[in-house]
């Protein structure tokens, strides 16, 4: 079977490079690239991407010409579709390509996907400045030798050469399901840079535009039979092939000073505030994911829709579900519908979203989607059980490791050193302060949490 190329599949042309994106993975290829070739009837706004640790996405995806597939997997059947936005793919260790890209006039955004943990924030939320790859990119970035470790750092570097290139203003776009991501992104790339170059924190609060955004499409992990199926129907091997489900939204708030794509014509929504519709896919959507990873797993579940079908499971979560939806009131976030819908896709069993890629990195995850609730609820003077079962689940899991600082979770060490501790309420203080150090210095809390893992 030959390979998938603009060539062998009659595709457009590559459009010019507008946009530069930071972590080439799945996600990214199943929305915001996918939200682009839709969008871009002109052919007007190509994507170049860099990948994150890794940079085999890099070379399969530049050997099709960053052409691949979506298949859309709904109870009823699949549908594949070819997507072109994605006109460069680079290994993300490629200073100089990124340098030169950002530096570019043509450039009008830099959006990204890194994941959570990417941004290497303390518990309180910061940029967490004594982090050993945060160390050395900052040597780096001083003019040392090597290649740049975080996505932070990365970003400065685009930024920095953006600035010495005189190419102007640029928005930066997070897509990744952090409360108020715009707002985190800019903290980062500030403190980022204010250890470098007090100049280039002048020029990004005049030049750049930190636009928040609240993303969502489930897509999972491919496996070999997605690929193989991708390629039959196409007719092309398709070594790239992402798998999501047909739901897709974006909701974007901010300000782009070169302009972008007409994201709109794909479903797009932009709005003054996009918070409401982050808390309400934040705690609905991420934090009953993170409660099913942790719950139904430990249940013997190996995915979302197996844990869903679980009553169990589904009882623990609808009463998470009302605990968070009494701090979402707006109107227009129409909460009953929005949980029906979630059951909905939950239960979708031809999409196989493993509950282990969930619970990577939950000691992130857990400050975002669990631990605004636990707060809402005891201000409110309620019990925050509903919410705190999900953190139980987590200090199972994590005790529960054959080796913990083995765990796929940038905190590993941390969490290694809590269940190294003696005695059990010494240890869930521990894990508890991993999360956020007030929990793990709150007596009540802890007793909670000890409580909901004997139950």
């Known amino acids: 079977m030959r390979t998938l190329n603009r060539s062998t599949a009659g595709a457009r042309s590559r459009a010019p490079v507008r946009i530069v994106h930071l972590g080439l993975g799945a996600f990214h ?19 170049a991407a860099f990948t994150g640790r890794r940079p085999d996405a890099a070379h399969l995806l530049a050997a099709q010409d960053g052409l691949y597939s979506v298949t859309e997997r709904a109870g009823s ?3 594949v579709e070819l997507v072109g936005s994605l006109v460069a793919a680079h290994d993300g260790a490629d200073r100089q390509r990124l340098r030169e890209l950002g530096g570019g006039p043509g450039i009008a955004a830099v959006t990204l996907t890194v994941t959570e943990a990417g941004y290497r924030l303390d518990p309180e939320g910061e940029l967490d400045l004594a982090a050993p790859d945060v160390q050395q990119d900052l040597r780096v970035l001083r ?34 399901n952090l409360p108020g991501n715009g707002a985190v992104t ?15 924190v002048d020029w990004v609060d005049a030049h750049a535009g930190f636009v928040s955004t609240s993303v969502d499409r489930i897509t999972p992990r491919t496996t070999a039979a997605d690929i193989g199926l991708a390629s039959a129907r196409l007719g092309l091997r398709d070594g790239a092939a992402v798998v999501a489900e047909p739901f897709h939204s974006w909701v974007l708030s901010g300000r782009f000073p070169a302009g972008r794509p007409p994201w709109e014509r794909a479903g797009a929504l932009f709005v003054d505030d996009v918070e409401p519709y982050e808390r309400r896919k934040l705690w609905l959507l991420n934090g009953a994911h993170s409660m099913l990873a942790y719950t139904g797993s430990a ?12 009553p169990a499971c589904r009882q623990e979560v609808e009463e998470f ?40 990195d939950g000691s992130v995850k857990l400050r975002a989607r669990i631990l605004p609730v636990v707060r809402a609820e005891q201000a409110a003077g309620r019990d925050a059980a509903p919410a705190l079962r999900c953190v ?7 005790l529960a490791a054959p080796d913990p600082a083995a765990l796929p979770d940038s905190a590993a060490p941390d969490l290694a050193r809590a269940c190294a501790l003696a005695g059990d309420t010494r240890r869930l203080a521990a894990l508890l302060s991993v999360i956020t150090p007030a929990w793990g210095e709150d007596p009540a809390v802890v007793a909670s949490v000890r409580r909901l893992r004997r139950s």
Request: aromatic share 6%; net charge neutral.
């Open 321 to 360: 579900w009302d605990a968070a939806a009494r701090h979402l009131t707006e109107e227009s976030l129409d909460v009953p519908a929005y949980r029906q819908q979630l059951l909905d896709r939950f239960g979708n069993p031809r999409i196989a979203h493993h509950l282990a890629q969930i619970a990577m």
């Open 77 to 79: 059947g699949d549908r």
């Open 186 to 200: 800019r903290r980062v790339v500030r403190a980022l840079a204010a250890e470098v170059d007090g100049a280039l």
């Open 299 to 310: 249940r013997g579940h190996g995915t979302v829709a197996d844990a869903i079908r679980d």
């Open 392 to 398: 139980a689940a987590w200090a199972g899991h994590v």
């Open 29 to 47: 290829r199943a929305h915001q690239a996918w939200y682009t070739h839709r969008a871009d009837e002109e052919n007007a706004w190509g994507i």
């Open 143 to 176: 003019g040392g030798d090597g290649p740049l470790l975080t996505a932070p750092a990365r970003l400065v570097d685009l930024l920095a050469a953006r600035r010495r290139a005189g190419a102007g203003g640029i928005a930066v776009v997070s897509c990744d």
